[in-house]
């Protein structure tokens, strides 16, 4: 459903290290789903898509992973870096116009 | 290339005050628009999309109205603003055509006094 009134959790990384990103989508009919990355005051941004006919794919240092069966999406970004720090957020769509969007992460990346 | 652009960046507007928020695209022809809102710190809210010049799908009754009065043209909207109302607005479009992502504009932060 839609995520509203929710506060976000917050990821803390090493520099270096990697982040796994998890989102649980509510609509089992969904069959698209994007990763976007939104910096302070600003809109979000494009990472990644999937669609439902895919479990994995992979972009550059980031890798996103789709379980239908528990309706489960995750975000991984390889090698951490400070300029990764924002809040991160998946989206789902599937037969409408409609974009439902996740609760969002902070990812906060340690020097 | 496509392009949105969303203005004001930031308002503050007295309570009681109308609202009128304006998002326009380039470069693409019968895109599908939205319009999100978002509480600080929160996730977003999807509050109307359009699909055509005149169509609007309101997901969320409230204080806010959108119209369409061109196809690449959204407008954002109220009569009467209230405390509740303030947060980050942001425009949004798609293509009309399969699965796509949505591009965002860079958002509007209303606060109302």
């Known amino acids: 459903g839609e995520s509203v009134g929710l506060h976000l959790p917050t990821l803390s990384v090493q520099e270096g290290d990697n982040s796994i990103i998890n989102c649980a989508y509510s609509?089992?009919?969904?069959?698209?789903f994007i990763w976007y990355k939104q910096e302070s005051g600003k809109g979000p941004q494009f990472i990644i898509d999937?669609?439902?006919?895919?479990d994995k794919r992979q972009g550059q240092r980031v890798t996103v992973l789709l379980n239908k069966t528990v309706k489960h999406l995750s975000l991984q970004i390889a090698a951490t870096q400070p300029g990764d720090s924002a809040v991160y957020f998946c989206a789902e769509k599937g037969g409408t116009y409609k974009y439902i969007f996740g609760t969002g992460t902070r990812l906060k990346v340690l020097a | 290339s496509q392009t949105i652009h969303q203005w004001p960046a930031t308002l503050v507007q007295p309570v009681g005050s109308p609202l009128s928020l304006e998002c326009t695209v380039e470069?693409?022809?019968?895109?599908?628009l939205y319009w999100y809102r978002q509480a600080a710190g929160r996730g977003l809210q999807l509050l109307f999309y359009s699909v055509g010049i005149g169509q609007i799908s309101s997901e969320v009754p409230q204080n806010l109205s959108a119209s369409r009065p061109q196809d690449r043209q959204f407008i954002l909207s109220s009569k009467k603003l209230l405390l509740s109302d303030s947060g980050f607005y942001l425009c949004?479009?798609?293509?009309?055509?399969?699965?796509?992502?949505?591009?965002f504009g860079q958002g509007t932060r209303l606060t109302v006094v």
């Open positions: 949004a479009w798609s293509t009309g055509q399969g699965d796509t992502e949505a591009f």
């Open positions: 609509n089992s009919a969904s069959d698209y």
């Open positions: 470069g693409t022809s019968n895109p599908n």
């Open positions: 999937i669609r439902s006919n895919m």
